[in-house]
């Protein structure tokens, strides 16, 4: 399917520009005109080859940085901002160039008219299958910004228990440590001493 970006205009005369994936200019359309926009312009954007570039494999979105998404997302619809408008605020206040890049194709695909869990699933490596579930539940249910806070609660305490853990066991880990190099240097330089 090739990218498109367009141009459209909704019934109180407000423009909306955004840009999806379709499989040809005629469906996209189609499909936008179904949803109630006038639509301004369609244009099949240039697909520029992306440079490989191993540090990107590397990046990855913490966390923490979900949390706060849904945090923020949560407070936002519980607020009655528009999901669209949410995602925008949202794009604009992560720090996150992996998550922004994220957030941005999610604002663009539920322009376009897909479900919000639709739209997330596109980017399995950020949003879990527990998350997408949710979400998708919280859309049925009517429930979504309970659902989104929920789930950031379940998140932070799941980083909480995650740090009281690793600090747990980073005591024993030194300890093991010290008592490693206490053993070898006898061993090396003390012991021999003896032998002589």
């Known amino acids: 399917m090739a990218v498109y970006a367009y141009v459209t205009k909704d019934t109180a005369g407000k423009i909306h520009r955004g ?3 379709a499989p040809n200019e005629k469906t996209l359309t189609k499909k936008l005109t179904e949803q109630g926009f006038l ?3 369609v244009t099949a954007e240039t697909v520029k080859k992306k440079k490989f570039n191993p540090l990107k494999l590397l990046q990855r979105v ?3 940085q979900i949390a706060i998404f849904c945090r923020q997302f949560a407070t936002m619809i519980n607020a009655g901002v528009s999901l669209v408008r949410c995602l925008s605020v949202l794009e604009k206040q992560s720090v996150s160039p992996k998550l922004k890049e994220c957030i941005r194709d999610v604002q663009n695909r539920v322009e376009a008219g897909e479900t919000l869990s639709r739209a997330m699933s596109h980017h399995p490596s950020v949003f879990s299958n527990l998350t997408l579930g949710l979400v998708k539940a919280g859309e049925v249910g009517g429930v979504l910004d309970e659902t ?3 789930l ?3 998140m932070e305490s799941d980083i909480r228990l995650r740090q009281k ?3 747990a066991m980073t005591y024993p880990v030194l300890v093991g ?3 490693f190099c206490i053993v070898t ?3 090396t330089f003390i012991v021999p001493k003896f032998m002589d």
């Open 39 to 41: 639509v301004q312009s």
């Open 148 to 150: 989104l806070d929920r």
């Open 185 to 187: 240097f006898l061993v």
């Open 62 to 64: 913490k966390p923490t």
């Open 19 to 21: 840009r999806i994936e």
């Open 152 to 154: 950031a609660q379940f």
């Open 165 to 167: 853990i690793k600090a």
């Open 177 to 179: 440590i010290v008592a």
